[in-house]
């Protein structure tokens, strides 16, 4: 299956001309497929390789969710934690009875600050707000903190990456420390994550991917005007391949959550039709018989495409990062299709 699997992979990226690395791993660790295409750095034509760093975008939303899952386990937050009982800043507008449920299940109902259903292209953002001034996650309350509520609380899923920064802002006073540094002390570090972190795009560390954006007449340029200049948490960490791999290793075997939040974190929560739902900070895939087929992230940016997959059914991960806006789902979906066709997923 590997070579097949190879085949596949190398068929669609002639296709698309994908840009990036793709990991598929097996339940033992061993790497059924670890390929890269493309150039980290264009202009110097340095090459992605297996151990570039890749930003992934909305994709470590599932390391905020974690975040809190940690703080609720050691007893210093629940799930039922009003908004207005564990954070400091005030929202005039926002209904008092939102939760930390509500924030990381998307149905809070507060405004977005990029709102997906009302805005298009990322980079509108920045016309009016400087994203030079963007490098911590308090910088972000001016664009949605004193607007009215979107939906009733509670009401209807409403993916919002605002949402994400406040519980980012929930985890900073929690715990007293900058989210950034507690993602790496207690993720990263704690499942040998050694490759990721939180960079800011004036300042990456070496073997970092560029992030490119394509024009439809052949030209190109970069994202570091397109994206706040340091992630948080609603997206914008950097991670290579194997490290996403050892995050869903990790989090599956409990070695980051107690087994009760685990499967509670992994718990559909929010069910968008018969075979989408979202856990926390996780998207959920069911077959015909209401069983898990997939657990999976994804991100996209200006210059960023990710997709991370695990298959609790044969313990298959599949890690597919880009620095490109496009092509991550097109090798998803051929690597999935050969899954079926040789009956693993």
Partial sequence: MEIK????????????NFSGTVLVEDQEKVALVNQSFGYANRSEQI??????????AS??????????CQLIEKGKLSFNTKLSECLNYHFIHFDEQVTIEHLLTHTSGIPDYFDEEEMENFEELWVENPIYHLRKLSDFLPLFQNRPMKYKVGDRFHYNNA????????IEQTSGMDYSDYIQQYIFDQVNMTESGYFSLDSLPSNTAIGYIDNPDGTWKTNIYSLPVKGGSD?????TVHDMAKLWHALMNFELLNEDLTNYLLVPHVE???SDCYGHGVWIKKDSKSSILKYHVMGYDPGVCFHAAYYPESSIKVVICSNKSNGAIDIMRGIEAELISAKIM
């Avoid at 994709?59 to 809190?68: D, E, N, P, S, V």
């Avoid at 997206?235 to 991670?239: I, K, L, Q, R, T």
Wanted: proline content about 0%; overall charge positive.
């Fill in 163 to 170: 949402g994400y920064i406040l519980l980012g802002l929930i």
């Fill in 59 to 68: 994709g470590c939303k599932l390391f905020t969710a974690i975040a809190i």
């Fill in 47 to 56: 090459e992605n390789n297996v151990k570039t760093r890749y930003g992934i």
């Fill in 5 to 16: 699997l190879q085949n596949i992979i190398m068929e669609i990226q002639q296709k698309i």
């Fill in 235 to 239: 997206g914008g960490a950097f991670v």
């Fill in 272 to 274: 968008m039709n018969e």
